[in-house]
C-alpha cells in the first residue's frame, strides 16, 4: 500500500486566514486588491499555478495559470437560488438567470455573449438550485478577455430588457413543462412539499410563466391598491376601478411585463451583491495577467451589504413530518426505496468527514455488505449512499435503493434489514485499518487525479470557495482525510435511526403491497402520493440489534496500489496513435506507452466480435442478457478495485462484447484476469436469469417513456443505420429466453470470436502483450472467419427526397412532441464534404438556437449537430416543444430558408472566425489518457484507422470558402433545393396542450366586451384568458356575461358567438395541426419497409494501412 499518512498544513482554520491577505494598492486603471500570500496546497501532478484574490468589494477569486491550456473557461458561483424567491413569484431566481444572457448595458445586442462564444469555439450554460446560482463558460485561449468582460457585464449592468422578458416567461413554461414527467423531478418535489411549513425547501425552484405572472400581477394590484388608499383614504368606486380595466390586451400584457421586470430588477439589486459571488479563471496567462483581468472585469460588481452566505439552519423535518413512509407514483416502470435522515451541517466537519465514512460503510457491495446480502435474497439490483444538503445549512443523509418486483413486496423487511446493518455500525469498533485505508484511498484520488476540461475545472473549483476552508486548502481541504475521530461517528450514528428519517417509496404500481390510496396530488407536477406514520411493527424491528450473521464490516481492500510510480521520460513529440503489436486471425492488439499524461493509469479495451451477437432481435437480448449476468456475478469481487481507483464495465453491443477497464495499473491486470474468467465460465441460473430478464424489460419499457427529442433520435437511428432492431422488437424477446436456450447462445457464442485489444497509458509493451495472451488463453475461441463477420454500413436516402415518419409518443401523459430533422449530404470518406458539413453545423448552431428557443420560442430543447456515421455525413436538428411537429417543421424549414440568405451575405471575416472556431476544436488538446483511448478507440471501431483525420480536416478546412460552404447548402439543406435529401421523425404527443385564447383574439374579445358597455376585472379576465383552455374560458364568459345582461339575453349570445369566431380565426400559433401536403411531404406508413427499401452504404475502408511494430 502507498502510505500517505495523514495530511498535515500550517493553516489549519479559515479563521487563520485574515491575516494572510496582502493589499494591492490602485495601480493606474486597475483597482485595488487583496491577494492571498500563503501558498495553495495542490496535488503531486498538478503543474498548474494557483492565487487567490479578493476584491474590495468582497468578492474572491481562484486564478488558474495553465500554460498548456488551449481553452480558457471562468464560472461565477453565487450564493443565491430557489430559496431567496419571493413568497409570491416562485421560480424568480431561475428566471433571473435566464435573463442575464439576453444582453447588458455594455453589450445590448441579445444573443452577443453566445455568439461570441460560438465564434471562438466556446459554449456557456447556468443552473439554479436551491441556495445557488452557476455561471460558466469556456472559450479559446486567446479569447478569453473579451469573454470575460462579456461574462462579467452579467453582474453589474444587465439590461433586463423588456422586449426579452415576455418571450423567456415562454421558455422558462417550456423548461418546467419538459420535466413534468422526469420521475427524479417529481419524487424530489413531492419530498420538498413535504417539508414543515414555512420552510424554503417546499418552493419549487423551476416556476413557469403562470406563478411568474400571477405574482406579478397580485404585486402590481397590491402596489395599485395603496396607491389608490393613499389618493383616496381608502375609498375609490368600483366604476372607476372598471374603467381603468377596460385597457386593451397588449396594454395589460405590457403592464405586467413591466412589472415582472420591475420585480427581477429589484430582486437582483437585493440578493446579487459581490460578497456572495464566488469567481474561477482558468487561463493560459500568466497569474498576473489573469490578477488584471479577474480586476479590471469583476471590481464593478456592487456589495451590498447582504449576508454572504445565507444559511437555513433549521431542519425540513421535524417531529411531525418524520416517521413516515411516503408512497409515490412513478411514470416509469421503477421500484425504489429511499431512506432519507436529516442531520447537521456536514460542512463544519470537512476534516473528518463522517458521513463520508458511514456512507463508505454502508454503501460497500464486497462480502458481507448489506448489499450483497439484499442482492442474494433477489431483492435489489442497486445500493447507493450519499450525503446532500437541503439548503446551506442542513444536510441529509440517504440510502437509496432500487428493488426488483419481490424486493418491492418485501420491502418491509428490505428497509428492516438496513437498519439492522446500522445498528451493526452502532456496536461495533471501527477497525484502525479501515480509517487508514480511507485516509490513502483519499490522498490517491487527489494526488492522482486526472486533468479535466477547463470549464469542469473553473465549475467545481468555483463552488468550493463558499466552504469554510483556509484558501491555502481549497483544492486538498474537501478531498482528503485530515484525521479521525471515533466520537464525531459515533454522534452521527445516533441520528441514523428510524424515528428520524423518512422512507419513500416510489413505484409504478403499489397494488403489489396493498396500497391502493386515497393519493393526494402534489400541485407542481400533478404526482400521485399517500403519506403513512410508520407502524410499531415495523419501528421496533428496525430499532432491534442484527440478527442476520452474514452482515459484518468490510476486509482490508486488496486492489490498492502498491506501485504508483510512473517512469516519465522527454519525448520530442507524444505520438498520435497506437501502434499494432500483433495481427492475427484471432486478435489485432494496440498499444501505446503514455508519452504525455505521466499518470500511474492506463486504459484497456477489449472488443470480441461474433457472428451471432445481433443477426435477430432474440439474439441481440440474449447477448444483452450475456452481458447483465456477467456484470451481476461480479459485483462483490469488483466493488473494491473500484474503490481503489479501478473501474470496469462490460456491455453488449450490435457487434458483440466490449470490456473496458481503467485505473491504477498496478493492478488492473488482476482485475481483467478475474473477469475474463467470469466470462468464460459464467454460470447461468434460473433465478438470476429471471432477476436479469425483468431489468432488461425495466430498462426496454422505461426508454420508451424517455423524452420525446431521446425518442426522435433512436427512431431516426433505427431508419439510417443497419442492423437495428426496435425497442418493441426486443421487448417482445425478453419473456421467450430461458436457461438453455440463453447457455447455448453464450456458448456458441464464446466459440469463434474475433478480438480487438487496446493498451494505452502506464504499461510496457510487454505488459499489453500478457494482456493479449491472457484474453487468447482464457477465453479459449476459436477465430471467426472474415467473411462470417457482418462489417458496419448506414442506409442511405435516395436523392431527391422529402420524407416524413409520424409516430406517437408512448407516454401519453408527455405534453411534449418532437421533430428529428436530418438532411443528408455525402459519404464520410469524402474529406471535403465532411469538412464542409461540419463548418455548417458550426455556422447554423448559435443562429438556430437565437432565432427558434430564444426570438421564436418555439421550444426550449433545441439542438443542432453534423451526423456522422458509416459512409453517411449529413447534418441534423433535433427540438421538443409542446407545439404541433407540423408547425416545428415549417419553422425549422423558414430558419433554413433564411440562413441562405445570411450565409450569401456573411463578411469574410465572421465566416473565416467560424472557420477559425472549428480549426480549434478539431485541433484541441487532449486532457487525459481516457479521453486519448476514447478518441483512438473510435477511430478503430470505425474501421477507418484514420487516427490524423482530425489535423488533416484542420488542414482541409484552412483551403474551404464561403463560396463552398454556400453551395452545399444549397445543394443538400435548403427546402428549395430540388436535390435535397430529408426525412425527419414526428415524435406526436398523445396529450396535446388544450388550446388557450391567443394574444390576438384576446384583444379583440376585450375590445368587442368594451363596445358592448361591458365592465371587466383586469387581473381576472386577463390571467383567465392566458390560464384556462378556451373552453374553460368560454364557460367563464357565459356565466358572467349571462350575469351581466339578465335581461337581454341576446347580447350575451352575440358576444359569446364573437368569442367563438375570435377564437378560430386567430388561433394559438403553433399548437393547431399544420398540413404539410402541399410542401411535397411524403408520409412513411411503416417505418421497417421504408427502412428495408434504403441502399446500404458501402462499409467503412482503411484509409491508411498499418503494419505490426
Same mark, same amino acid.
Given at each position: 500500500?502507498?502510505?500517505?499518512?495523514?495530511?498535515?498544513?500550517?493553516?489549519?482554520?479559515?479563521?487563520?486566514?485574515?491575516?494572510?491577505?496582502?493589499?494591492?494598492?490602485?495601480?493606474?486603471?486597475?483597482?485595488?486588491?487583496?491577494?492571498?500570500?500563503?501558498?495553495?496546497?495542490?496535488?503531486?501532478?498538478?503543474?498548474?499555478?494557483?492565487?487567490?484574490?479578493?476584491?474590495?468589494?468582497?468578492?474572491?477569486?481562484?486564478?488558474?495559470?495553465?500554460?498548456?491550456?488551449?481553452?480558457?473557461?471562468?464560472?461565477?458561483?453565487?450564493?443565491?437560488?430557489?430559496?431567496?424567491?419571493?413568497?409570491?413569484?416562485?421560480?424568480?431566481?431561475?428566471?433571473?438567470?435566464?435573463?442575464?444572457?439576453?444582453?447588458?448595458?455594455?453589450?445590448?445586442?441579445?444573443?452577443?455573449?453566445?455568439?461570441?462564444?460560438?465564434?471562438?469555439?466556446?459554449?456557456?450554460?447556468?443552473?439554479?438550485?436551491?441556495?445557488?446560482?452557476?455561471?460558466?463558460?469556456?472559450?479559446?485561449?486567446?479569447?478569453?478577455?473579451?469573454?470575460?468582460?462579456?461574462?462579467?457585464?452579467?453582474?453589474?449592468?444587465?439590461?433586463?430588457?423588456?422586449?426579452?422578458?415576455?418571450?423567456?416567461?415562454?421558455?422558462?413554461?417550456?423548461?418546467?413543462?419538459?420535466?413534468?414527467?422526469?420521475?427524479?423531478?417529481?419524487?424530489?418535489?413531492?419530498?420538498?412539499?413535504?417539508?414543515?411549513?414555512?420552510?424554503?425547501?417546499?418552493?419549487?425552484?423551476?416556476?413557469?410563466?403562470?406563478?411568474?405572472?400571477?405574482?406579478?400581477?397580485?404585486?402590481?394590484?397590491?402596489?395599485?391598491?395603496?396607491?389608490?388608499?393613499?389618493?383616496?383614504?381608502?375609498?375609490?368606486?368600483?366604476?372607476?376601478?372598471?374603467?381603468?380595466?377596460?385597457?386593451?390586451?397588449?396594454?395589460?400584457?405590457?403592464?405586467?411585463?413591466?412589472?415582472?421586470?420591475?420585480?427581477?430588477?429589484?430582486?437582483?439589486?437585493?440578493?446579487?451583491?459581490?460578497?456572495?459571488?464566488?469567481?474561477?479563471?482558468?487561463?493560459?496567462?500568466?497569474?498576473?495577467?489573469?490578477?488584471?483581468?479577474?480586476?479590471?472585469?469583476?471590481?464593478?460588481?456592487?456589495?451590498?451589504?447582504?449576508?454572504?452566505?445565507?444559511?437555513?439552519?433549521?431542519?425540513?423535518?421535524?417531529?411531525?413530518?418524520?416517521?413516515?413512509?411516503?408512497?409515490?407514483?412513478?411514470?416509469?416502470?421503477?421500484?425504489?426505496?429511499?431512506?432519507?435522515?436529516?442531520?447537521?451541517?456536514?460542512?463544519?466537519?470537512?476534516?473528518?468527514?463522517?458521513?463520508?465514512?458511514?456512507?463508505?460503510?454502508?454503501?460497500?457491495?464486497?462480502?458481507?455488505?448489506?448489499?450483497?446480502?439484499?442482492?442474494?435474497?433477489?431483492?435489489?439490483?442497486?445500493?447507493?449512499?450519499?450525503?446532500?444538503?437541503?439548503?446551506?445549512?442542513?444536510?441529509?443523509?440517504?440510502?437509496?435503493?432500487?428493488?426488483?418486483?419481490?424486493?418491492?413486496?418485501?420491502?418491509?423487511?428490505?428497509?428492516?434489514?438496513?437498519?439492522?446493518?446500522?445498528?451493526?455500525?452502532?456496536?461495533?469498533?471501527?477497525?484502525?485499518?479501515?480509517?487508514?485505508?480511507?485516509?490513502?484511498?483519499?490522498?490517491?484520488?487527489?494526488?492522482?487525479?486526472?486533468?479535466?476540461?477547463?470549464?469542469?475545472?473553473?465549475?467545481?473549483?468555483?463552488?468550493?470557495?463558499?466552504?469554510?476552508?483556509?484558501?491555502?486548502?481549497?483544492?486538498?481541504?474537501?478531498?482528503?482525510?485530515?484525521?479521525?475521530?471515533?466520537?464525531?461517528?459515533?454522534?452521527?450514528?445516533?441520528?441514523?435511526?428510524?424515528?428520524?428519517?423518512?422512507?419513500?417509496?416510489?413505484?409504478?404500481?403499489?397494488?403489489?403491497?396493498?396500497?391502493?390510496?386515497?393519493?393526494?396530488?402534489?400541485?407542481?407536477?400533478?404526482?400521485?402520493?399517500?403519506?403513512?406514520?410508520?407502524?410499531?411493527?415495523?419501528?421496533?424491528?428496525?430499532?432491534?440489534?442484527?440478527?442476520?450473521?452474514?452482515?459484518?464490516?468490510?476486509?482490508?481492500?486488496?486492489?490498492?496500489?502498491?506501485?504508483?510510480?510512473?517512469?516519465?521520460?522527454?519525448?520530442?513529440?507524444?505520438?498520435?496513435?497506437?501502434?499494432?503489436?500483433?495481427?492475427?486471425?484471432?486478435?489485432?492488439?494496440?498499444?501505446?506507452?503514455?508519452?504525455?499524461?505521466?499518470?500511474?493509469?492506463?486504459?484497456?479495451?477489449?472488443?470480441?466480435?461474433?457472428?451471432?451477437?445481433?443477426?435477430?432481435?432474440?439474439?441481440?437480448?440474449?447477448?444483452?442478457?450475456?452481458?447483465?449476468?456477467?456484470?451481476?456475478?461480479?459485483?462483490?469481487?469488483?466493488?473494491?478495485?473500484?474503490?481503489?481507483?479501478?473501474?470496469?464495465?462490460?456491455?453488449?453491443?450490435?457487434?458483440?462484447?466490449?470490456?473496458?477497464?481503467?485505473?491504477?495499473?498496478?493492478?488492473?491486470?488482476?482485475?481483467?484476469?478475474?473477469?475474463?474468467?467470469?466470462?468464460?465460465?459464467?454460470?447461468?441460473?434460473?433465478?438470476?436469469?429471471?432477476?436479469?430478464?425483468?431489468?432488461?424489460?425495466?430498462?426496454?419499457?422505461?426508454?420508451?417513456?424517455?423524452?420525446?427529442?431521446?425518442?426522435?433520435?433512436?427512431?431516426?437511428? %433505427? $431508419?439510417?443505420?443497419?442492423?437495428?432492431?426496435?425497442?418493441? @422488437?426486443? &421487448?417482445?424477446?425478453?419473456?421467450? *429466453?430461458?436457461? /438453455? !436456450?440463453?447457455?447455448?447462445?453464450?456458448?456458441?457464442?464464446?466459440?469463434?470470436?474475433?478480438?480487438?485489444?487496446?493498451?494505452?497509458?502506464?504499461?510496457?509493451?510487454?505488459?499489453?502483450?500478457?494482456?493479449?495472451?491472457?484474453?487468447?488463453?482464457?477465453?479459449?475461441?476459436?477465430?471467426?472467419?472474415?467473411?462470417?463477420?457482418?462489417?458496419?454500413?448506414?442506409?442511405?436516402?435516395?436523392?431527391?427526397?422529402?420524407?416524413?415518419?409520424?409516430?406517437?409518443?408512448?407516454?401519453?401523459?408527455?405534453?411534449?412532441?418532437?421533430?428529428?430533422?436530418?438532411?443528408?449530404?455525402?459519404?464520410?470518406?469524402?474529406?471535403?464534404?465532411?469538412?464542409?458539413?461540419?463548418?455548417?453545423?458550426?455556422?447554423?448552431?448559435?443562429?438556430?438556437?437565437?432565432?427558434?428557443?430564444?426570438?421564436?420560442?418555439?421550444? %426550449? $430543447?433545441?439542438?443542432?449537430?453534423?451526423?456522422?456515421?458509416? @459512409?453517411? &455525413?449529413?447534418?441534423?436538428?433535433? *427540438?421538443?416543444? /409542446? !407545439?404541433?411537429?407540423?408547425?416545428?417543421?415549417?419553422?425549422?424549414?423558414?430558419?433554413?430558408?433564411?440562413?441562405?440568405?445570411?450565409?450569401?451575405?456573411?463578411?469574410?471575416?465572421?465566416?473565416?472566425?467560424?472557420?477559425?472556431?472549428?480549426?480549434?476544436?478539431?485541433?484541441?488538446?487532449?486532457?487525459?489518457?481516457?479521453?486519448?483511448?476514447?478518441?483512438?478507440?473510435?477511430?478503430?471501431?470505425?474501421?477507418?484507422?484514420?487516427?490524423?483525420?482530425?489535423?488533416?480536416?484542420?488542414?482541409?478546412?484552412?483551403?474551404?470558402?464561403?463560396?463552398?460552404?454556400?453551395?452545399?447548402?444549397?445543394?443538400?439543406?435548403?427546402?428549395?433545393?430540388?436535390?435535397?435529401?430529408?426525412?425527419?421523425?414526428?415524435?406526436?404527443?398523445?396529450?396535446?396542450?388544450?388550446?388557450?385564447?391567443?394574444?390576438?383574439?384576446?384583444?379583440?374579445?376585450?375590445?368587442?366586451?368594451?363596445?358592448?358597455?361591458?365592465?371587466?376585472?383586469?387581473?381576472?379576465?386577463?390571467?383567465?384568458?392566458?390560464?384556462?383552455?378556451?373552453?374553460?374560458?368560454?364557460?367563464?364568459?357565459?356565466?358572467?356575461?349571462?350575469?351581466?345582461?339578465?335581461?337581454?339575453?341576446?347580447?350575451?349570445?352575440?358576444?359569446?358567438?364573437?368569442?367563438?369566431?375570435?377564437?378560430?380565426?386567430?388561433?394559438?400559433?403553433?399548437?393547431?395541426?399544420?398540413?404539410?401536403?402541399?410542401?411535397?411531404?411524403?408520409?412513411?406508413?411503416?417505418?421497417?419497409?421504408?427502412?428495408?427499401?434504403?441502399?446500404?452504404?458501402?462499409?467503412?475502408?482503411?484509409?491508411?494501412?498499418?503494419?505490426?511494430?
Amino acid at each position: 500500500m502507498h502510505g500517505f499518512g495523514v495530511p498535515t498544513s500550517t493553516i489549519t482554520d479559515v479563521n487563520d486566514d485574515e491575516s494572510k491577505w496582502r493589499f494591492m494598492p490602485a495601480e493606474g486603471d486597475l483597482p485595488a486588491y487583496y491577494v492571498y500570500s500563503t501558498e495553495i496546497q495542490k496535488s503531486l501532478a498538478d503543474e498548474r499555478e494557483y492565487r487567490v484574490v479578493r476584491f474590495e468589494n468582497g468578492l474572491q477569486a481562484v486564478l488558474v495559470h495553465d500554460a498548456k491550456a488551449d481553452k480558457a473557461a471562468a464560472c461565477i458561483d453565487v450564493a443565491v437560488g430557489d430559496f431567496n424567491d419571493p413568497e409570491d413569484m416562485p421560480g424568480l431566481a431561475h428566471f433571473c438567470e435566464h435573463l442575464l444572457f439576453m444582453g447588458t448595458k455594455q453589450f445590448p445586442k441579445e444573443n452577443e455573449y453566445d455568439e461570441y462564444l460560438t465564434r471562438n469555439n466556446g459554449e456557456s450554460n447556468a443552473v439554479t438550485s436551491a441556495c445557488n446560482t452557476v455561471f460558466f463558460f469556456s472559450v479559446t485561449s486567446n479569447a478569453l478577455q473579451g469573454a470575460l468582460e462579456r461574462f462579467s457585464s452579467f453582474f453589474h449592468s444587465p439590461l433586463f430588457s423588456e422586449s426579452c422578458v415576455m418571450r423567456e416567461l415562454n421558455a422558462i413554461d417550456s423548461e418546467n413543462s419538459s420535466y413534468l414527467q422526469d420521475d427524479d423531478w417529481r419524487v424530489r418535489q413531492v419530498v420538498n412539499t413535504l417539508a414543515r411549513p414555512g420552510h424554503p425547501l417546499r418552493k419549487s425552484g423551476i416556476g413557469n410563466k403562470k406563478t411568474l405572472m400571477k405574482g406579478a400581477r397580485s404585486g402590481k394590484a397590491s402596489r395599485q391598491g395603496s396607491a389608490r388608499d393613499r389618493s383616496s383614504g381608502g375609498g375609490g368606486s368600483k366604476g372607476s376601478k372598471n374603467s381603468q380595466s377596460t385597457r386593451t390586451r397588449n396594454g395589460d400584457e405590457k403592464a405586467t411585463g413591466l412589472e415582472i421586470r420591475r420585480r427581477v430588477i429589484e430582486w437582483w439589486n437585493k440578493e446579487y451583491c459581490a460578497g456572495r459571488m464566488s469567481l474561477a479563471i482558468v487561463g493560459k496567462e500568466s497569474l498576473d495577467g489573469l490578477t488584471r483581468m479577474a480586476t479590471t472585469f469583476f471590481s464593478p460588481i456592487k456589495n451590498r451589504g447582504q449576508d454572504p452566505l445565507p444559511h437555513v439552519r433549521d431542519s425540513p423535518y421535524g417531529k411531525n413530518e418524520l416517521s413516515s413512509v411516503v408512497y409515490i407514483k412513478t411514470i416509469a416502470d421503477v421500484n425504489n426505496v429511499t431512506i432519507v435522515f436529516p442531520i447537521p451541517d456536514q460542512i463544519p466537519l470537512w476534516r473528518v468527514k463522517p458521513a463520508e465514512f458511514l456512507a463508505h460503510l454502508i454503501g460497500h457491495e464486497g462480502p458481507g455488505s448489506l448489499h450483497a446480502y439484499l442482492k442474494n435474497k433477489g431483492w435489489i439490483t442497486a445500493l447507493e449512499t450519499s450525503v446532500e444538503e437541503f439548503g446551506r445549512g442542513t444536510s441529509s443523509f440517504n440510502l437509496d435503493l432500487e428493488l426488483t418486483k419481490d424486493g418491492l413486496k418485501n420491502y418491509r423487511e428490505v428497509v428492516q434489514t438496513c437498519f439492522k446493518y446500522i445498528n451493526l455500525l452502532r456496536s461495533s469498533e471501527l477497525p484502525k485499518w479501515f480509517q487508514e485505508e480511507i485516509i490513502t484511498l483519499d490522498a490517491l484520488e487527489f494526488h492522482f487525479d486526472e486533468k479535466v476540461s477547463a470549464a469542469l475545472y473553473a465549475y467545481y473549483i468555483a463552488g468550493l470557495m463558499e466552504l469554510p476552508i483556509p484558501r491555502a486548502l481549497i483544492l486538498s481541504g474537501a478531498r482528503l482525510t485530515w484525521g479521525w475521530d471515533e466520537s464525531v461517528v459515533q454522534e452521527l450514528l445516533k441520528e441514523l435511526v428510524i424515528g428520524n428519517s423518512l422512507i419513500i417509496v416510489a413505484s409504478q404500481d403499489h397494488s403489489v403491497i396493498e396500497k391502493d390510496g386515497p393519493w393526494l396530488t402534489e400541485p407542481w407536477y400533478g404526482t400521485k402520493y399517500m403519506v403513512e406514520k410508520m407502524d410499531d411493527v415495523l419501528v421496533t424491528a428496525a430499532s432491534a440489534p442484527s440478527d442476520i450473521p452474514s452482515l459484518a464490516l468490510p476486509k482490508p481492500n486488496e486492489f490498492i496500489p502498491n506501485n504508483v510510480e510512473v517512469e516519465k521520460v522527454k519525448v520530442p513529440q507524444a505520438k498520435n496513435r497506437p501502434a499494432i503489436i500483433k495481427r492475427s486471425p484471432l486478435m489485432d492488439v494496440w498499444f501505446k506507452k503514455d508519452d504525455q499524461f505521466w499518470t500511474p493509469r492506463a486504459q484497456v479495451v477489449i472488443e470480441a466480435r461474433s457472428p451471432f451477437a445481433s443477426s435477430s432481435a432474440c439474439e441481440v437480448v440474449m447477448t444483452r442478457l450475456f452481458a447483465y449476468l456477467v456484470q451481476d456475478a461480479l459485483t462483490e469481487y469488483s466493488y473494491d478495485a473500484e474503490l481503489a481507483g479501478l473501474c470496469y464495465d462490460f456491455s453488449s453491443t450490435i457487434r458483440g462484447v466490449t470490456l473496458s477497464l481503467g485505473g491504477y495499473n498496478d493492478k488492473l491486470h488482476v482485475l481483467a484476469e478475474h473477469i475474463l474468467t467470469k466470462v468464460k465460465n459464467i454460470v447461468i441460473k434460473e433465478d438470476r436469469l429471471e432477476l436479469m430478464k425483468e431489468k432488461a424489460q425495466q430498462e426496454l419499457a422505461n426508454a420508451l417513456l424517455s423524452d420525446p427529442y431521446m425518442l426522435g433520435t433512436y427512431y431516426l437511428s %433505427y $431508419i439510417l443505420l443497419d442492423r437495428e432492431f426496435t425497442i418493441e @422488437e426486443q &421487448v417482445a424477446e425478453v419473456s421467450r *429466453i430461458t436457461v /438453455e !436456450k440463453l447457455r447455448e447462445h453464450v456458448r456458441r457464442f464464446l466459440s469463434e470470436l474475433k478480438f480487438t485489444i487496446l493498451v494505452n497509458g502506464n504499461f510496457w509493451r510487454g505488459d499489453a502483450s500478457r494482456i493479449a495472451t491472457m484474453v487468447e488463453e482464457i477465453l479459449d475461441a476459436r477465430a471467426v472467419p472474415e467473411k462470417n463477420l457482418i462489417p458496419k454500413r448506414s442506409r442511405i436516402l435516395p436523392r431527391p427526397c422529402n420524407y416524413v415518419w409520424e409516430l406517437p409518443v408512448p407516454n401519453t401523459d408527455e405534453t411534449n412532441s418532437c421533430v428529428a430533422y436530418y438532411c443528408h449530404v455525402d459519404r464520410y470518406s469524402n474529406a471535403g464534404m465532411r469538412v464542409v458539413c461540419n463548418l455548417l453545423a458550426q455556422i447554423l448552431q448559435e443562429p438556430a438556437f437565437d432565432t427558434l428557443r430564444t426570438k421564436e420560442q418555439v421550444a %426550449y $430543447i433545441v439542438t443542432t449537430e453534423a451526423w456522422e456515421n458509416v @459512409e453517411s &455525413v449529413g447534418w441534423s436538428i433535433f *427540438i421538443q416543444s /409542446e !407545439k404541433d411537429p407540423g408547425y416545428i417543421e415549417t419553422r425549422i424549414e423558414a430558419f433554413l430558408t433564411h440562413m441562405r440568405e445570411v450565409l450569401e451575405k456573411m463578411p469574410e471575416q465572421e465566416f473565416e472566425e467560424h472557420k477559425a472556431a472549428l480549426i480549434h476544436e478539431l485541433t484541441e488538446k487532449l486532457k487525459n489518457i481516457l479521453e486519448e483511448t476514447s478518441q483512438f478507440w473510435t477511430t478503430i471501431r470505425s474501421g477507418y484507422f484514420n487516427f490524423y483525420r482530425r489535423e488533416r480536416d484542420a488542414k482541409l478546412l484552412k483551403s474551404i470558402n464561403k463560396d463552398d460552404v454556400v453551395k452545399v447548402f444549397k445543394m443538400f439543406l435548403d427546402p428549395a433545393s430540388p436535390s435535397r435529401s430529408k426525412l425527419s421523425v414526428h415524435m406526436r404527443t398523445q396529450n396535446p396542450s388544450a388550446p388557450k385564447l391567443s394574444d390576438r383574439a384576446t384583444e379583440k374579445f376585450f375590445a368587442a366586451l368594451q363596445k358592448a358597455g361591458v365592465e371587466i376585472e383586469e387581473e381576472e379576465s386577463a390571467s383567465l384568458c392566458e390560464e384556462l383552455p378556451i373552453a374553460q374560458a368560454r364557460d367563464y364568459w357565459e356565466q358572467a356575461l349571462c350575469e351581466r345582461f339578465k335581461d337581454k339575453s341576446h347580447a350575451a349570445h352575440k358576444l359569446l358567438k364573437e368569442f367563438d369566431r375570435l377564437a378560430k380565426k386567430y388561433p394559438q400559433e403553433g399548437y393547431e395541426p399544420v398540413d404539410l401536403s402541399q410542401a411535397n411531404v411524403v408520409f412513411i406508413k411503416d417505418g421497417a419497409d421504408f427502412r428495408r427499401s434504403l441502399a446500404l452504404s458501402a462499409p467503412a475502408m482503411p484509409v491508411e494501412e498499418y503494419e505490426v511494430e
